[in-house]
C-alpha cells in the first residue's frame, strides 16, 4: 500500500455497496456508469476501493449527495491504478481515498492535467507490521525487527514452509514485503490471506485462540478495536528510501490520504464537487462507520445514516 500500495481488488454496486469477501475482482473501468459526466444530468459516479474504510467514505459522502443534495449516485469498482485511468478518462467523477500513486498523479495531474486534486481526507494512511498485543506483552523485544528470527517458529504455520509467517492480504496488493524479508535477512515466508476479509477473518481466528502471529496491516482500520495490535518497529522510513523497491530495507511511510476529481467534473460539477471537495474527517468518524459496516453487518446505506444522523455538526460544515 503505498503508499496504500495495493493494487487492490474493489467494489462496486450501483446504490448501495456491499463488503467484498472474495479474493479479487474484475477491472470494472471499462463499465463506466451511463452519468458519469453526463452534462446537465444531476449525477455523480465515485470510484469505490475494496478495504472498508474507502467505502465507509464512499457510503457517507453517496448519502448525503442523494438525501440532502437530491443526486443520482453511481458507484463503480477499480482497482487502484485503474481507478486513475478511469477518472482521467471521465469514467467516474471522484477518487474518494488515494494513498498516494506519484507516477499517475504526474501523468493525469501534471501532465493531462486530466485530474485535478481535491483536497486532503483528513486522515492519514500507514501500513507495517503488527503483532498482537498479547503477544506483545509477553514478549517485548519482538517489536524490534532485529528479534523476528528469534520469534520465526513461533509464526510457523503449515502454509509458510518451515519458515515464520508473515501475513499478507491480497497477491494483488503491491507490498515491499518480498523484499523487505529478504533484504533484512528474516527467516519468514510472505502468505497470502487472499483478501482483506479473508485476512480478517484468519487474525480473529488467531486472536480467538490467542495465538502468535505477524501480520501486514494497516490504519486506519477498524479491526483494532477488536483484536488490539502492536506495530513492529522496521528500520525508519526516509524520503527516497522506497524508490528501487528491490532494494528497500525501510519502513511504510505515513501517508495523508487524499481525493481526486475528474477536471471536467471538477469545474462543471456544480454542487456536488464543492461538497466532495470539502469533505473532510477523522480517522474516527472513519472507524465508526467501518465498524457498522464490517463488524456490525449493516449496510453501508444504514451505516451512513447512522453516522450522518449522529454527526450533523461535521457534515453541514461540507454544505456551506
Known sequence: MRIRTTVGVTLAGASALALLTGCGAADMTKQASPFANAGGTKSVTLSVQSWVGAQSNVAVAQYILQHKLGYHVDTVQVDEIPAWDALSQGRVDALLEDW??????????????????????????????????????KHPDVTDWKNLNKYASLFRTPESGGKGQLMDGSPAYVTHDKALVKNLKLNYQVVFAGSEAAQITQMKQFAKEKKPFLTYWYTPQWLFKKVPMTEVKLPPYKSGCD????????????????????????????????????????????????????DQKLSPEDAAKKWVDAHPAVWKRWLS
Open 243 to 294: 524508490t528501487d523497491t528491490a532494494k528497500i530495507t525501510c519502513a511504510y511511510p505515513h501517508t495523508p490520504l487524499r481525493k481526486f476529481l475528474n477536471t471536467d467534473f471538477a469545474k462543471s460539477g456544480g454542487k456536488a464537487a464543492t461538497f466532495l471537495k470539502k469533505f473532510k474527517w477523522t480517522t474516527e468518524d472513519q472507524n465508526e462507520v467501518s465498524l457498522m459496516i464490517a
Open 100 to 137: 498516494s500513486h506519484p507516477d499517475q498523479e504526474k501523468r493525469y495531474v501534471d501532465d493531462k492535467k486530466t485530474v485535478t486534486p481535491a483536497g486532503g481526507l483528513g486522515v492519514t494512511g500507514h501500513i507495517g507490521w503488527y503483532v498482537p498485543t498479547y503477544f506483545a506483552k
